[in-house]
């Protein structure tokens, strides 16, 4: 199984850009990389998906080395609204199910 | 478009009791999963359903069961409950049972078993 490891917490305030780092030693050949946010009292939420290098979207961007065992989500300009829990997950190896492996996140608060 | 909804939002159940807590989604998804999440912590696979009329044990299936009669619907039931069940359950949905497949999820059910 491939796990990952990220910070338990982190904190930043209104305006700047926080970036989160995973590592994944174990990524197989075909497994991505996803990173979800969880709101308290919500399901989790889909914000980016990466295999190689960087991957940018309208919320985040995504740095991908080429080796892959790491990842950094990158949250330009956060707001209070961003506070919330953000998981890293990599698939299961090729011909599992979509079995994400969800590990205890990382607790971002931002602050005014 | 509701996406998925789940019952009920949350209750409060004797141990030893069976209940089953529903799923339903509106997205035509062949995949659905059950999580559970304890106070802080991150989420554990439950079950899982590729396509409809298939079903699979995840990371934590004992105590639990599912059916997967429908495309839709994704009912998990806990045949008799024990207070170590007591967690938030969230149901989620995939287009694809892969794993770059983005999951949808449910807005979860909260279950106090006493």
């Known amino acids: 199984l491939a796990k990952t490891t990220q910070p338990i917490s982190m904190d930043s305030y209104e305006g700047q850009e926080v970036n989160i780092t995973c590592s994944h030693n174990n990524i197989a050949t075909n497994d991505y990389i996803t990173w979800y946010q969880q709101f308290p009292s919500q399901g989790p939420r889909f914000i980016i998906q990466g295999y190689k290098t960087k991957v940018t979207n309208e919320v985040a961007s995504l740095f991908i080395p080429a080796d892959r065992k790491s990842s950094t989500l990158s949250l330009p300009r956060v707001s209070l609204s961003d506070t919330a829990v953000y998981y890293c997950l990599v698939g299961d190896p090729p011909g599992g199910y979509n079995k994400l492996i969800f590990g205890a996140g990382t607790r971002l608060a931002v602050h005014p | 478009i509701a996406g998925i909804t789940q019952a009920p939002t949350s209750q409060i159940l004797a141990a030893g009791r069976r209940m089953t807590l529903r799923c339903t989604q509106d997205?035509?998804?062949?995949?659905m999963y059950w999580y559970r999440q304890d106070l802080g912590l991150g989420l554990r696979l439950i079950h899982y359903?590729?396509?409809?009329?298939?079903?699979g044990k995840g990371e934590v299936p004992d105590g639990y069961s599912v059916s997967r009669a429908n495309t839709d619907d994704f009912p998990l039931t806990l045949a008799s409950a024990v207070p170590s069940q007591t967690s938030v359950y969230f149901c989620a949905s995939s287009s694809k049972p892969e794993s770059a497949d983005t999951q949808y999820f449910g807005p979860g059910t909260r279950l106090t078993v006493l």
């Open positions: 359903s590729n396509t409809a009329g298939t079903t």
């Open positions: 997205m035509r998804h062949n995949a």
